[in-house]
């Protein structure tokens, strides 16, 4: 089974919707990390959590919230989702490093349209 | 200005040709350099990573980071169809583990 799963896989919205990704991982990680991608602009970080009590906002937080349930679970919600929301959105986790390389694990993605 | 650029390709080469996917970069202080591949409809891969400046091989792959010049490369020898990916750099400075800039990524195929 794969260590970091993403649900949906696939998602066709319309604007003004409310709509969750969810993300799960089985790594026992600590860290875990929302991005999104776009064609030409490569991904940048949403949002990132330390651990259940600790969310930061990333580059591009602006009309994302997110939940962390768990600490294997990390949730992003688009309140009201706009056209410019489509792209791929990723989930990634890591362990935290220590005296060791941080490194993240990204999850297979989410493609998300915006009509 | 993008922090970090990367050429979008795609490059196109033939089986066993040796590839050279590149990227140069703004930051100073940038130590991290990785390199990053992602198959059609997956999450990216961690390839390797090399810390500050020199080069690091593992099997037919190897990363080069040359920080006068703020420009870092991946070398792939004797390429092969299953290469076939996009090939993401990325990069982070010493103390922001959690803050990794990427580079849009380099299509590449391998024709067999």
């Known amino acids: 089974d794969a260590d970091v799963t993403q649900t949906p896989r696939n998602r066709i919205t319309k604007t003004g919707k409310r709509i969750m990704l969810e993300c799960s991982q089985t790594?026992?990680?600590?860290?875990m990390y929302w991005y999104r991608q776009d064609p030409g602009l490569g991904l940048q970080l949403i949002y990132y959590?330390?651990?259940?009590?600790?969310?930061n906002k990333g580059e591009i937080s602006d009309g994302y919230s997110v939940s962390r349930q768990a600490q294997a679970k990390f949730s992003l919600s688009l309140e009201s989702a706009i056209p410019n929301q489509t792209a791929l959105y990723f989930c990634?986790?890591?362990?935290?490093?220590?005296?060791?390389?941080?490194?993240?694990?990204f999850g297979p993605g989410t493609r998300l349209t915006v009509l | 200005q993008k922090e970090v650029e990367q050429d979008p390709g795609p490059l196109s080469v033939p089986e066993g040709a040796i590839v050279s996917l590149n990227c140069t970069y703004s930051?100073?202080?940038?130590?991290?350099f990785m390199w990053y591949r992602q198959y059609s409809r997956k999450g990216p891969e961690l390839l390797m990573y090399?810390?500050?400046?020199g080069n690091k091989e593992d099997g037919r792959f190897t990363a080069q980071v040359d920080k006068s010049s703020k420009y870092i490369s991946l070398f792939i020898r004797d390429s092969q169809p299953s290469d076939s990916a996009t090939y993401l750099c990325?990069?982070?400075?010493?103390?922001?583990?959690?803050?990794?800039?990427f580079g849009s990524g380099t299509r590449l195929l391998v024709r067999p």
């Open positions: 990634a986790t890591s362990s935290g490093g220590g005296l060791s390389f941080d490194t993240q694990y």
């Open positions: 790594k026992g990680h600590d860290r």
């Open positions: 959590s330390f651990d259940v009590k600790d969310i």
């Open positions: 930051n100073s202080a940038f130590q991290y």
């Open positions: 090399t810390y500050s400046s």
């Open positions: 990325a990069m982070r400075t010493m103390d922001s583990s959690y803050k990794l800039i």
